[in-house]
Each structure stands twice: as C-alpha cells, then as structure tokens.
C-alpha cells in the first residue's frame, strides 16, 4: 500500500530553516540571471529557470552535507 504523504511532501522537517533556504534561492537565482520578485509572485518564471535555481540549491546542499560528513570520518 502506498504512503500518502503527498500533502506533506514540501513541509521542512526543520521550520527554522525556511529563512536560510530563501535566502539561498535568491543567491543562487542572482548568481545564475535569474530576476525572482521581491514579493514572492513568481508565476511568470520559465520552468526552465525554476529548475535551474532548484537544481543548484540542491548541488549546494549536497556539497555542504558531503562536508558535514567528512568531518565525521576524521
């Protein structure tokens, strides 16, 4: 039987962190060209440039848990 955790599946596990991830959205989408509103209505974002921001923010936290768990192995 299938999880229906559907509904659930963009709650953060840490809400604490949700400042920190917009703020890392709104760098990467700089870094990359990418104009994002100011109030927070993004609707007409190609999908191509919501992936690309999503894509780098997910490289990112990749690379800083990889970082995380080197220390670990020490």
């Not at 299938?2 to 604490?16: F, I």
């Not at 700089?30 to 440039?49: F, K, M, S, V």
């Amino acid at each position: 039987m299938a999880n229906n955790n559907s509904s659930r599946s963009n709650t953060l596990l840490v809400p604490q962190a949700k400042a920190a991830l917009n703020q890392l959205k709104y760098e990467v989408a700089q870094e990359l060209g990418i104009a994002l509103q100011p109030n927070g209505y993004n609707g007409n974002l190609l999908t191509r440039d919501a992936g690309s921001i999503g894509g780098t923010i997910t490289k990112r936290l990749v690379q800083i848990a990889e970082q995380q768990l080197q220390g670990f192995n020490r």
